[in-house]
């Protein structure tokens, strides 16, 4: 579904990819970690075709560079970091937005594109909020409606850069559990930029761990989450402790 062979990418003269190949097949449910400016939020952008890179890039076997953006929005959804507080929409306008792509040039939505936000804001728990304003909405109801609006395209893949960040655990816990099921059910290929190295092992069967633009391992949690590659990679020395009941890792800096 995602293929990128030998990549390397910079803004102006700082390269932040280097050689880089990674392939995520369709339905696969993929994390990258690593510490803040490894390349995790660039090779997104770079998936997206936002960053010019030399290598090839293909996405559903077809060049980035030759999908047009209507085409490549109706393929996959992008969820930021953050969404900006200032947009004057309310949140059923915002999550609208998810559906341009998929509208008439010379048309507005029809019944078909309001029975998707309407899905998509059912889904994220946010269809209760659908007439107030984004500027009245907390950090962690910015965050869920930005999911909204990526599911309300139905694209076939979504791309998430630590969209959890603003979130309680209680929100934080039913994303991940709605991306598991969405994957699951629809065969959505999810790969998410993820900071906490806990959650990704309980959520998610691949990591792909960079550093410095480099791909320095790949696989599942129990084989990248080891000591010796996370000291390599965050410089900082780690402790790795098995959850057994979550079957997952707790990752902790050693002090």
């Not at 696969?28 to 995790?40: D, I």
């Not at 084989?223 to 009941?245: G, Q, T, W």
Request: aromatic residues 4%; neutral net charge; hydrophobic residues 45%.
């Amino acid at each position: 579904m995602i293929t990128l062979t030998h990549v390397t990418a910079a803004y102006r003269t700082e390269t932040v990819l280097h050689d880089l190949s990674l392939h995520v097949a369709r339905g696969e449910l993929v994390a990258l970690v690593g510490p803040n400016g490894a390349g995790k939020s660039s090779l997104l952008r770079v998936i997206t075709g936002l960053l010019p890179a030399q290598g090839t890039v293909q996405v559903a076997g077809t060049d980035i560079a030759k999908l047009c953006p209507r085409a490549r929005a109706r393929l996959l959804s992008v969820v930021p970091q953050e969404i900006a507080s200032d947009i004057p929409y309310t949140a059923h306008d915002f999550v609208l937005l998810g559906r341009t792509a998929s509208l008439p040039r010379f048309g507005g939505p029809a019944a078909q594109d309001f029975e998707a936000v309407q899905e998509a804001m059912t889904l994220t728990e946010t269809w209760g909020l659908r007439q107030r304003p984004l500027p009245e909405m907390s950090g962690g109801e910015r965050q869920r409606l930005a999911l909204a609006m990526a599911l309300a395209g139905r694209p076939e893949i979504i791309l998430l850069d630590e969209p959890t960040s603003h979130l309680d655990l209680r929100h934080r816990a039913e994303m991940m559990r709605l991306l598991t099921r969405l994957n699951r059910e629809r065969q959505v290929t999810v790969l998410m930029v993820v900071h906490d190295l806990t959650l990704a092992s309980q959520y998610f069967p691949r990591l792909v761990l960079l550093g410095d633009g480099r791909k320095l391992a790949d696989g599942a949690p129990a084989d990248v989450l080891r000591p010796e590659l996370l000291e390599a990679a965050y410089a900082c020395p780690v402790s790795v402790i098995p959850l057994p009941a979550a079957a997952a890792f707790c990752v902790l800096p050693r002090l």
